[in-house]
């Protein structure tokens, strides 16, 4: 059973940054799909950005040139770095690992961006 652990969250003000990180207890070297999701209070989860091998990344039109995904296969861990947050990238936010076999979470981390 894969286990994903989230650190790195927090409160900020608007216009600052933070850096998520997600270990992971296996291997991600092959692992085809990892992305960051979020999810703020009445709203849905949706996706923030995802690094997928074989094509790069992607990322919600709402992130894209604040927050870049990306990945250390020695350490195993994905990361979100966080830039000139806003308030409505509150939320909490889950790291996730998909392969053909599974499909995993982490805990969730909350951000609160706020003045």
């Known amino acids: 059973q894969v286990q994903l652990v989230e650190s790195g969250g927090g409160s900020v003000q608007p216009g600052g940054s933070l850096r998520l990180s997600c270990t992971s207890s296996?291997?991600?070297?092959?692992?085809?799909?990892m992305g960051w999701y979020r999810q703020a209070p009445g709203n849905k989860r949706e996706m923030v950005a995802r690094?997928?091998?074989?094509?790069?990344?992607d990322y919600a039109d709402s992130v894209k040139g604040r927050f870049t995904i990306s990945r250390d296969n020695v350490k195993n861990t994905l990361y979100l770095q966080m830039n000139r947050l806003k308030p409505e990238d509150t939320g909490l936010y889950y790291c996730?690992?998909?392969?053909?076999?599974?499909?995993?979470w982490g805990q969730g981390i909350q951000v609160t961006v706020s003045s």
């Open positions: 996730n690992l998909w392969t053909p076999e599974t499909n995993t």
């Open positions: 296996r291997s991600i070297s092959s692992i085809i799909d």
């Open positions: 690094a997928v091998s074989a094509h790069g990344t």
